[in-house]
């Protein structure tokens, strides 16, 4: 069965420092990969997306990330923090009953002055 | 604009109350989604719909009911037997075409029951 395991249910960055959250997903078919993003009392938000074309995928706001099979592995990086990424970042995997996502419990992002 | 609205934002609610949450889509899309959302527990399924007059359970349908009578429409009715209702509702949506899976998420309700 497809899981996804974010690691660290809290980071903190300074501002400017780099952003990298973790994601680590097991699926038994080459599964479609994606994050999201919430502000506090929001809905998701897509942020980007793997599905099998391109392994480093752009998305909004700055972030990116990498899918790697290897490691099966999809971790969402952004250069340079700003205080405006401070939310919850989820990660996802496609591969539930009838093509369902299976979301990850989160990282809160928090972001210092 | 097309989107995902849910109403009310916030719901207030005596215990023992029914209470019903909208979830109203104008995507087109034909599947739809229910979430509960508690701190630290990530986004928990309780119900889905993948077509008008048909809805499945997801992990955590105890307590709750749901109806999809139109496309456009999947309201959640949260029972009296659900013992804990205190939570973040959220509703997606998505497209059962192409198959990315991608869901879109409506802004939430939150529903409080004292």
């Known amino acids: 069965a497809q899981s996804v395991t974010q690691l660290g249910s809290h980071v903190s960055v300074s501002e400017g420092a780099l952003v990298l959250l973790r994601c680590n997903y097991s699926?038994?078919?080459?599964?479609?990969l994606f994050w999201y993003v919430q502000y506090p009392n929001q809905g998701l938000q897509l942020l980007l997306k793997?599905?099998?074309?391109?392994?480093l995928v752009k998305g909004i706001n700055g972030f990116e990330a990498e899918f790697k099979k290897s490691e099966t592995s999809f971790h969402l990086t952004k250069p340079s923090a700003h205080m405006s990424d401070a939310a919850e970042y989820f990660c996802?995997?496609?591969?539930?009953?009838?093509?369902?996502?299976?979301f990850g419990k989160g990282t809160k992002l928090s972001v210092k002055p | 604009d097309g989107g995902i609205t849910q109403s009310p934002k916030y719901l207030f609610r005596k215990e023992g109350q029914n209470v019903t949450l909208s979830c109203e889509q104008n995507?087109?899309?034909?599947?739809m989604y229910w979430y509960r959302q508690d701190p630290g527990q990530g986004l928990r399924l309780i119900y889905y719909?993948?077509?008008?007059?048909?809805?499945q359970k997801g992990d955590i349908a105890e307590g709750y009911s749901v109806s999809r009578e139109k496309k456009e429409s999947f309201p959640l009715t949260v029972t009296s037997a659900q013992k804990n209702p205190t939570a973040f509702y959220l509703c997606?949506?998505?497209?059962?075409?192409?198959?990315?899976?991608?869901?879109?998420f409506g802004p939430g309700t939150r529903l409080t029951v004292t």
């Open positions: 793997y599905t099998s074309a391109a392994t």
């Open positions: 996802a995997v496609s591969g539930g009953s009838q093509g369902n996502l299976i």
């Open positions: 719909s993948q077509i008008v007059n048909d809805f």
């Open positions: 699926s038994s078919v080459p599964p479609y």
């Open positions: 995507l087109n899309h034909d599947a």
């Open positions: 997606a949506s998505s497209t059962t075409s192409g198959a990315t899976y991608e869901q879109y």
